[in-house]
């Protein structure tokens, strides 16, 4: 019965994987248009986690329903961002973006400390231990709730960008910059728009994030290490590959926590980093620079 | 080094001196504690001045620079405490073997075209899986932490680095020192010139004869050398290692912090960035402490701010601002 081990585990790694992708998507759509790298994504995520453990233990919210109000404050904070504080950085060599968004991750994830402490806390839903039996998969219900609504939510994304004029008209700022001032978009306010978009992604997926992992500030840095794997591994700027690279990593990181030692598991997922990074810097499904 | 003496403007020079011969005298008037503080600031000025190297002057960006405090660290402290061999030996060894890594991440790096934002992240991603296998390694203890003993016998011995706060005050002196010597020497130097022409444009670099590869490689060498220098004298001065603090991302960061602020890809930004942020962190900290107040992210808050403050609003940092004010600004780097 050793096989419907894996298999279960498998099947975890899926689920987790996807709710990794919606957060990575985020990380991807913010990249691939306004060439900027969020290197605060993480630490995002992370408040989104507390506003919806805090809306769940203070109002009994649940937190698959909190998550579309958080994503629609995300995707104002995300506009105001790009507006005011990460507009002028546009343009401006990458590591200074870098060296910016750094500053901002370590405002949040050290506000949060301040605030919250850094214990974690747990959000217990009621129906946390539920799950499904089908066959031999035993299967979370809280995983399978939160990859749907994740891929829900990428779904709308993909629509969005392929069916709507301002989804359109993003994607022609992220093929061609001059093209698109050229023919009188406003950039500016795509980019905050994109920023939002980016945001209400990672408010999302940290409100999800909040049914199957408990909230502390550390989580930040790794959060947004681990969208960066997810990314690179699919390829940076590219939607499919960030949904396909979370899923990779997530099968991979449970594999490797339930085969090897749980406290081991992101190492594998550093080499296969690596391992990208030097073998195929524009990832599995990336587009050309 | 004397021709770089002579550079230097009149009134540079005296500044200089005086500014030197108050710090050599400052043990005379200070306490412990502003002794520690100038420790330090001592000590990120010489790793910032390293991180300065591969940053502000070869244009590598480079976010995983606890790792070369970490093996330079762990190195020096493993030969210490299994081998009886000293610091002043064993630094040798941890300079060669960070190198090592250096030139495996550099070489990674370079030689597959990993630029930029993704050179970052391998960086980070080097870092990061050391942790990890660190904390797995039985050998130095694990996640469980690497202590140097403490014996009282040993106290004397300064050529060991077993002392108190007074030794180690004039040995992070003496390093700072030794950093800014090397890094104007450095920046001077036909290998300097190499790292700003590839830092403005690689093409262009390359088009005029400079070996890219080579000059890079050896922007990353020197750096994570320099770097483990810094990580010996952390394993003796704090005596306690743990590869979930000194391989962390937050080390990274803390590291780079003085040379932005202070100005990159000059010889004495990384000295005034160390002075202005170390100061007022630990000042922080004290002025909360005395509201009675235990706020453990504050520092970072506020080091957070400053990082962003001084990107956007003043990306060449202080030093080349303060070197006008002071009418030091000359041809001086």
Redesign the interface.
Known sequence: MMWSIYLNVVVQGVLTGLVYGLMALGLSVIFGVVRV?NFAHGEFAVVAMYAAFLLFSSLGLDPLVTMLPIAAAFFVLGFALQAT?IN??VG?P???Q???L??????I??????IFG?DARAANLPYAFDSYLIGPLIIDKVRVYSAVAAVAIAAALFAFFRHTGTGTAIRACADNLTGAAVIGLNVKRLYAITFGIGLACVGAAGALMVTIADAA?SLG?AYT?LG??IV?VGGLGSMTGALVGGILIGVSEALAGFVI?P??K??FS??L??AV???R?RGLMGRGA | MIELWRELPPRARGLLLAFAAALVAAPLVADRYLLSILTLIFYFAFVGQAWNLM?GYAGQ?S?GHALYVGIGAYVAAVLWIHFGIGPWLGVIPAIVIAAAFGAVVGG??FR???E???F???T???A??TR??F??LAFTGG?GGLFLPYEERRLGEWWNLRGGQLLFYYVALALAAGGVALAARLARSRLGFQWRAVREDEAAARALGVDVFRAKMAAVLLSSAMTAVGGVFYAFYYNSLFPAQIFD??RS?ELILGP?VGGLGTVFGPVVGAFILTPLGEGLIAITAQFGLD????K??F??????AI??FR?NGVWPWLARMIGVAGRAP
């Open positions: 790298v504080l002028p950085f401006r990458e590591h200074d870098f060296i910016l750094v500053g901002l991750g370590i405002v994830v050290n506000g949060l400390l301040m850094p500030p840095p290490l960066f794997i690179i030692a406290s081991m992101s190492m550093f080499a980093l690596i990074l030097v073998l810097p | 940053m960006l976010l990674l790096g597959f075209g990993v930029g934002v993704y970052a992240l391998l980070i991603a080097a990061e899986f990890i296998a904390d797995h996640s991302i937050g960061i932005i706020a453990p992210g504050l970072a808050v080091y957070g701010l400053i990082l962003m990107i956007s990306p």
